[in-house]
C-alpha cells in the first residue's frame, strides 16, 4: 500500500465496503497527503484505531481534519510522522472526546513537545506512549486494545 493515491484509495472504500471499518494503519506509506486524511475522515468516521506512524507527508492540518471528524477515534499513533508539529494536539480536547491513547515518538523536536505538553496540561484522560521504537501492531500496553 506504499503507493495508493488518494484517489484509488477513495475509490476503493466509498462504494461501502467501510462501514464496519474501525481499524486501520497505514504505517509507513509515503504517498500521502492531507487529501489522503480527509479521505479517512470522510468515509472512516465511525474509526476507532488509526496508525500513522512513519506515514510522510501528512501535515498537522490533515491530522487536525481526523481529529475533528473521526469521534471514536481511540487510539492515534503518530509515531516519527516528521511532517507534524503538534499543532494539530490543540484540537483533542475540543473535537476528539474518546481519544485516550496517543503514541509519539520518544525524541521528537522542540515543537511537537511543547505541543504535547500543552495537551496534556490541558486533557489528562488522554495516555501518551512515547517511544524509541516501533512495531507494527504494537498497542503500547494501551488496556483498550488488548
Not at 15 to 36: P, Q, T, Y
Not at 100 to 128: G, P
Request: net charge positive.
Amino acid at each position: 500500500m506504499n503507493l495508493i493515491s488518494s484517489v484509488k484509495f477513495r475509490n476503493t472504500f466509498q462504494k461501502g465496503k467501510s462501514a464496519n471499518l474501525v481499524n486501520l494503519s497505514i504505517a509507513g506509506c509515503h504517498n500521502v497527503d492531507d487529501e489522503f486524511a480527509s479521505n479517512i475522515a470522510l468515509l472512516f468516521p465511525q474509526i476507532h484505531m488509526l496508525s500513522l506512524a512513519f506515514v510522510k507527508g501528512i501535515t498537522d492540518k490533515g491530522i487536525e481534519i481526523i481529529l475533528k471528524n473521526c469521534s471514536s477515534l481511540h487510539y492515534l499513533d503518530v509515531f516519527a510522522m516528521n511532517d507534524i508539529t503538534g499543532s494539530s494536539f490543540s484540537c483533542i480536547p475540543q473535537y476528539a472526546h474518546k481519544l485516550n491513547f496517543l503514541v509519539i515518538e520518544n525524541y521528537c523536536d522542540t515543537e511537537k513537545k511543547e505541543n504535547l505538553n500543552a495537551l496534556l496540561k490541558s486533557n489528562s484522560k488522554v495516555q501518551v506512549h512515547c517511544t524509541s521504537t516501533w512495531k507494527p501492531g504494537e498497542t503500547y500496553k494501551c488496556r483498550l486494545l488488548q
